[in-house]
Each structure stands twice: as structure tokens, then as C-alpha cells.
């Protein structure tokens, strides 16, 4: 005759854990909630009042792979990350803009323009009428090449409100002078202006170079 045995189920009870607060994801932004959805949320919530979870590295995912994320840190790039967001000082000068200059402020001095000179190519510094200026030539095949060349110079300090004082000379040159007239010398604004106009391109207006059998 077959036996037939039964079990009796009981609910099992875990001991407290103290350290199991549950943090308040309601109060976590909107944004935030979303993009995390409702099961994520209940991993935050496992996590307790530690919402870093444990340390550790792990593999990058592939939407950060696609961006070059490991490019833009610090560290290796097979590890959690810290985005860098880079602050005035670390743009280039040609990223920055040009902002209002009043006239009370002082001129940058000849040490600060000295040093300011070496990120910007071709410029050299002047000392006119007591005052700092910038200047830039450009040797060019002609006149019609010069012309050009100061339309895309305005094309790109038309949008920065400082413009450069330009000169066409011996029908085949350009000369560009940058100073802030409003405080008789140099400042940032004459900077980031000529590494914007460095940054045109002029190798189809520069004279051929002959090429000898």
C-alpha cells in the first residue's frame, strides 16, 4: 500500500536587518525615476541609505563604447567614471567667446599678452601709441585672393562684435591689427579673435610653391 506524506509549509522569517532602509525614491528627481523604471527602483531601494551600492569595476556599456566616453575621463576605461566638464581655462581660446570689455578695466600687461601670443600663430605683438596691439600678415597670390580673404575674416568676427583693423597691401598682402581701442591695449577679446581667425582655412589663396625637377 503506497504512503503518501504531507508537508507543511511555514512562512520564513529573516532577522531584522537594521541596516536595510529603504531610501525614499519618491524623492529622487523625476528624470532620475524614469530613466531608472520600476525595477531598478527596487535595486535602489535594496541598496539602502548607500545609493553608491558597492564599489567596484564593470564592463562599459555599448551607448558609452559608440561615444568615446574613455576620452573624456579620468581613469581607465574600464571603470565607473567621473565626466569631466571643462571649465573656461580649459577651452581653447578659439572655443571661447568675446565678452563686453569695459573701459575702466586695465589692459592685459606685457607679461600676460607675452604669454597669450604663444597660443595663437603667426601673431606677433606690437608696442604702438603706448599700447599692445596683435598683428597678422598674410602673403596671398593676388588681389582677388586678398579681397577673399578679408570676406571670410568678416564671416567669422562678424559673429564675436570685435573686428581687427584690416589693411590689403602690395595688391597680394593682408594685414590684420587687434587691439581694444576702449582701453588702449590688449585684451582677451583680441586673443580669442585671432585664434578664430587662425582657424581659417587659406592654403587655396597662399601662393603656389614651385616645384623644382
Not at 81 to 86: A, F, G, R
Not at 127 to 151: A, F, P, S
Request: overall charge positive; aromatic content about 6%.
Amino acid at each position: 500500500m503506497a504512503t503518501t506524506t504531507h508537508f507543511t509549509s511555514f512562512p520564513l522569517r529573516l532577522p531584522a536587518n537594521p541596516y536595510n532602509r529603504q531610501p525614499p525614491t519618491d524623492s529622487l528627481p523625476v528624470s532620475t525615476r524614469t530613466r531608472l523604471g520600476p525595477r531598478n527602483l527596487t535595486a535602489v531601494r535594496a541598496l539602502g541609505t548607500d545609493m553608491l551600492g558597492d564599489f567596484g569595476a564593470r564592463d562599459p556599456f555599448p551607448a558609452e563604447l559608440e561615444s568615446k566616453f574613455g576620452e573624456k575621463v579620468l581613469g581607465n576605461v574600464d571603470t565607473d567614471h567621473k565626466i569631466l566638464i571643462p571649465n573656461l581655462a580649459a577651452l581653447s581660446l578659439a572655443q571661447q567667446r568675446c565678452e563686453p570689455v569695459s573701459p575702466l578695466q586695465p589692459p592685459l600687461s606685457e607679461d600676460d599678452a607675452t604669454k597669450l601670443v604663444k597660443k595663437v600663430v603667426g601673431w606677433r605683438l606690437l608696442n604702438e601709441d603706448g599700447g599692445l596691439k596683435l598683428q597678422c600678415m598674410w602673403k596671398l597670390r593676388g588681389y582677388q585672393c586678398g579681397v577673399e580673404l578679408i570676406n571670410r575674416i568678416f564671416k567669422v568676427v562678424e559673429s564675436t562684435g570685435h573686428f581687427p583693423d584690416l589693411h590689403l597691401e602690395q595688391t597680394n598682402q593682408v594685414r590684420a591689427v587687434l587691439w581694444t581701442s576702449s582701453i588702449g591695449g590688449l585684451s582677451m577679446n583680441d586673443f580669442i579673435v585671432a585664434a578664430k581667425l587662425d582657424e581659417i582655412k587659406t592654403s587655396d589663396l597662399a601662393p603656389k610653391k614651385r616645384v623644382w625637377a
